[in-house]
């Protein structure tokens, strides 16, 4: 079966050092994986996704992500936090075949703070 | 440029009363979603459909209710609400491709007294 795991519930960092969000994911086949946020109150915005073209991928506000295939990873990185990225972000894979119905699978989700 | 629009934003209901949840987007996507959101679970498929007069049963569809009588618009209904009904609600609409991007609205949040 598929899944997706976001090994840590909650991220708490400090303004300015690198952020680590870890999600492992059961797929079959080479799936198709997504980042999205979370801001408080609001509706998810997609951060990045893989596609099996180049497996670091580069999205918006300075965040990426490496696909693994070896480990099963898509772990999500940025460089330097800054305080507008606390938020929840939430890893999605889509396995083959799953994509235009209902086999969209969310992570339950990491909460990322930000320290002054 | 609206997008992905959900009205009510917020709605306190007794147990047993219905209500409806709409959901209108403006990008003239095939696949529109209906999503919960509980604390610790992540989101949840409750129904979906993949264009206008179709709809499907998602992973929690008991309880619901949805119509897409127009390609723009998926409601939402409960018909009687119940206290493990709280929760907050997301529509969301994608092209037909497999890898494409889903839009989501701001949420419903939703409270069964």
């Known amino acids: 079966a598929q899944s997706v795991t976001q090994l840590d519930s909650h991220v708490s960092v400090s303004e300015g050092t690198p952020v680590l969000l870890r999600c492992n ?9 997504f980042w999205y946020v979370q801001h408080p ?29 070896s480990e099963t990873s898509f772990h999500l990185t940025k460089p330097s936090a800054h305080m507008s990225d606390a938020a929840e972000y939430f890893c999605v894979v889509i396995p083959m075949g799953g994509g235009a119905t209902n086999k969209l699978i969310f992570g339950t989700g990491t909460l990322l703070a930000v320290q002054p | ?21 709409l959901c209108a987007q403006d990008m003239n996507h095939e696949y529109m979603y209906w999503y919960r959101q509980d604390p610790g679970m992540g989101l949840r498929l409750i129904h979906y459909s993949v264009g206008e007069g179709t ?12 119509s897409r009588l127009k390609k723009q618009n998926f409601l939402l209904g409960l018909e009687s609400a119940a206290p493990s009904q709280t929760s907050v609600y997301f529509c969301a609409s994608k ?13 419903s949040r939703l409270t069964v007294l």
Do not use: C, H, W
Request: glycine share 14%; no cysteine; aromatic share 10%.
């Open chain 1, 25 to 33: 994911y059961s797929s079959s086949y080479s799936p198709s994986l």
């Open chain 1, 41 to 69: 109150n609001k509706g998810l915005q997609l951060l990045l996704k893989y596609t099996s073209a180049a497996t670091l991928v580069k999205g918006i506000n300075g965040f990426e992500a490496e696909f693994k295939k």
């Open chain 2, 1 to 21: 440029n609206a997008g992905v629009t959900q009205t009510p934003k917020f709605r306190v209901l007794k147990t047993g009363q219905s209500m409806t949840l």
């Open chain 2, 55 to 66: 709809t499907a049963k998602g992973e929690v569809p008991d309880g619901y209710n949805v």
């Open chain 2, 95 to 107: 092209t037909g491709t497999e890898t494409g991007e889903l839009f989501f609205g701001e949420g």
